[in-house]
């Protein structure tokens, strides 16, 4: 078998870089909503 022991750098890249995209993923649809006027996002729900 071939040892797995990744490095805490590659860990801590990994996690920045997965919060990275989750935020960029998660700014563009909020901030649509949040430009949203609310009596019409419930008109077409």
Do not use: C, K, Q
């Not at 960029?24 to 006027?37: K, M, Y």
Request: aromatic share 12%.
């Amino acid at each position: 078998t071939i040892p797995f022991a990744p490095s805490p750098a590659v860990i801590l890249l990994a996690v920045g870089f997965s919060a990275l995209i989750g935020m960029v993923f998660g700014f563009f649809p909020a901030l649509r909503g949040a430009r949203l006027d609310p009596i019409d996002a419930l008109r077409h729900e």
